[in-house]
């Protein structure tokens, strides 16, 4: 009973440190900027895959340069199809006599050039997550790859594309941690790749979003690493806000899987402390 105690006392910390991150300034800088990037169509996020599989931020030559960024001299821009829609300007007639604009449907496509971020130059983009830093006192990492294996998976630490730190595959029964981590940050990792084996598999996860399921496997680390003494607040706060929103979104969000976040990280620490004792 005290164990569930901790476990919902450690959840309110952190529904807390969520809503205290998105009421700040910097939540709001970040917000400004992540309005101005395209979410692209699975056809262009295809296309970009296939030309720059490393891509992690993508966006057009005009939308960099109002950011603070420039695009490199002699850079190769990645072909996407844009949509070319008609605007019809129509008189209303019902105020006094002023033009509006109506936009239709998309009548055809065009190619267009986008960039990604490796491909310029300039200020940095405000950043909400910050990859932890430190060691790993107590061998936290080696005792979660043995975790993994009571869950019948293997871990690997190998290069991965892009920015992304770990996958889990459910068919494979694999987990992977991105090569060169700090410590720290590959035992946190480590730990959000165990929730989402524990509670996303295909049977467990029918019909729950993409959003959810991450807010669950971080708020699941969150909880595991402050077990373990390493403190994942500046990674796990803004991750979760990234997915859930702001505020009462992100606190909604949070309780609605509080039950599911507790049983995943109990079924992770226990597994560690059985192992532990053996």
């Known amino acids: 009973m005290e ?64 950011v603070g960024r420039q695009v490199r001299k002699g850079e ?26 109506l936009v239709g449907h998309p009548t055809a496509f065009r190619l267009a050039r986008v960039f990604d971020i490796t491909q310029t130059d300039g200020e940095a983009l405000p950043e909400v997550v910050s ?44 987990i992977r941690v991105r090569e060169g981590l700090e410590p720290a940050q590959s035992v946190k990792t ?25 807010l669950e496997a971080e708020s699941v680390a969150f909880v595991v690493c402050d077990d373990l003494g390493l403190d994942s607040s500046a990674y796990s706060f803004g991750y979760i806000a990234t997915w859930a929103g702001c505020c009462s979104a992100a606190d909604n969000a949070i309780s609605a899987s509080a039950q599911r976040i507790s049983k995943s990280a109990r079924t992770i620490l226990d597994q560690l402390e059985a192992s532990e004792s053996q």
């Open 3 to 66: 164990t569930r105690k901790a476990t919902a006392d450690v959840i309110d910390q952190l529904r807390e440190g969520v809503a205290t991150l998105t009421s700040t300034d910097q939540w709001a800088r970040w917000l400004r900027v992540q309005r101005r990037f395209h979410h692209y169509s699975w056809c262009n996020a295809l296309l970009i895959l296939m030309q720059r599989p490393g891509a992690t931020r993508v966006a057009g030559y005009h939308t960099w340069k109002s």
């Open 76 to 101: 190769h821009g990645i072909a996407i199809l844009a949509p070319i829609v008609r605007r019809v300007r129509v008189e209303d007639e019902d105020e006094d006599g002023t033009e509006s604009v």
């Open 131 to 174: 990859r932890l830093i430190g060691d790993d006192a107590g061998s936290r990492f080696a005792g979660l790859v043995k975790v993994a294996a009571t869950l019948g998976y293997s871990v690997e630490v190998s290069e991965l594309p892009g920015e992304r730190n770990g996958d889990c595959t459910f068919e494979l029964k694999r």
């Open 190 to 214: 480590l730990a959000h790749e165990l929730a989402h084996a524990t509670l996303h598999s295909e049977a467990d996860c029918t019909g729950l979003t993409r959003a959810v399921a991450e």
